[in-house]
């Protein structure tokens, strides 16, 4: 749903421009850095984007899905690492509180996550834990008027920098109903970060591990003040936040495209630019054809989102498709510019890399499938 076109225009164009003249020239020092400038983190506050899905009321830009996915779409065609700085704000570390959280839990975090001061994070994966979501073993032990959590979370997306976590932990027995949702300051007792994960790409972007030894929280703490609810908190935020990482995937094909264009322009090999040969065409109009069918199965998705419809299915579907399309774009890109895709003076080098994380994380390509054979088969 679109509520002001024009509003929506003038704010995609503000991304966009944002997106030309500030992050694509940043990305190679990103790359260099392992981390992104913080005048553009400043630069991003300013914006509103870390407040892009927090309602109006909480100080956010209350975008609906339809817009959001709109201005993850421009977003996605930097390096996906300046997205991730405001991925946790917007999608899983502040949609708990959103769809599940209790009034005085959304008046405390969200004004101070949609200006960006506090940074959120979602704390669900574990060591021996998953895909299977609802096995997690961080434990939180009902003691006097809080909880003492015990347990360690692996590879949780902007833990070194967030100030609030949405902890997944297990207050009863077995299985989902076991699963409580707790949100945990990152100045708690008892809460501590490992060492930072060296990863394949997404340089700029920080996971490493939370662990908690005997790390009190009050009652208060609880998302929604109910036990035994987190599984079902995380998979809410879970369907949203599919959605918008396809938008992102599309975004990212977008680029690789017109990476691929570009290159295939200017690089003249038997006497003409590549681009008129044949075999690079097919491999060109391959990238733009998934590209626009991704990029439309997100909008459709969003739009049923906001009209209520149940869209589990088809959030992911649209992960499915898209992070598998930009996988494929991107190896496309790769291959038209030949051995220049290979070194790091080309921005289609490290997408490559990048975009590898979109089929594994916020659940793999194979839950995705999953998922969508479990709901055609409960119709
Ligand atoms: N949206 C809303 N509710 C959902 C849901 C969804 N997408 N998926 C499950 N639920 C609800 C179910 O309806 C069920 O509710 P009831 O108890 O009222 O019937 C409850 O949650 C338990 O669901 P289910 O029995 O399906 O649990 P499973 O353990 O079988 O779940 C999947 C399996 C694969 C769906 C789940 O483990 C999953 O999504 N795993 C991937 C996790 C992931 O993305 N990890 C990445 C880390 S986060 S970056």
Redesign the pocket.
Known sequence: MIRDPDLLDALTDTVRRFVRERLLPAEARVEDENAIPPEIIDEMRALGLFGMSIPEEFGGLGLTMEEEVTVALELGYASPAFRSVIGTNNG?GSQGIIVDGTPAQKAYWLPKMARGDVIGS?A??EPDV??????VRTTAALDGDGYILNGTKR?I?NAPVADVFTVMARTGGE???GVTAFLVPATSPGLSLGAIDKKMGQRGTRTCDVIFDNCRVPADAVIGGIEGQG??T???V??R??LHIAAVCAGAAQRLCDESVAFARDRVQFGKPIGEHQLVQAMLADSATETFAGRSMVMEAARRFDRGDRI?QQ??SAKLFCSEMVGRVADRAVQIHGGAGYMQDYAVEHFYRDVRLFRL????SQ?QQ??IA?EMMNG
């Open positions: 899983i979602f669900l994966t998953g895909s299977d979501a609802a096995s590879y997306t299985g989902p109903a599984f079902k995380a998979m809410k879970l369907n936040g599919r589990i959030a992911a994380y916020e659940g793999t839950i999953i998922i479990r």
